[in-house]
C-alpha cells in the first residue's frame, strides 16, 4: 500500500485519476462508483515510482 493514499470515490468520475495534493504531499485516488478497488489498488502501485517522484518535486 502507498503510504498517504487518500481514496474518494466521486460519482461524476469516469475513469481513475492519480494526482499529489501540493498543500500536504498526499497522494489522491479518485475512482468511479463502481471501480474495482482492488484493480485501482494495482494500478496505483504501479506508478509508485511517478508519485515518489512528484512528492521529491514539491516544495518543502
Keep these: 500500500m502507498i503510504d498517504g493514499l487518500e481514496i474518494?470515490?466521486?460519482?461524476?468520475?469516469?475513469?481513475?485519476?492519480?494526482?499529489i495534493d501540493p498543500a500536504s504531499g498526499r497522494a489522491r485516488l479518485v475512482l468511479p462508483k463502481r471501480a474495482?478497488?482492488?484493480?485501482?489498488?494495482?494500478?496505483?502501485?504501479?506508478k509508485a515510482d511517478w508519485i515518489a517522484e512528484q512528492r521529491a518535486r514539491l516544495p518543502r
Design 36 to 46: 474495482a478497488l482492488k484493480q485501482a489498488l494495482a494500478w496505483a502501485e504501479e
Design 8 to 19: 474518494i470515490r466521486h460519482p461524476r468520475a469516469r475513469r481513475a485519476r492519480l494526482s
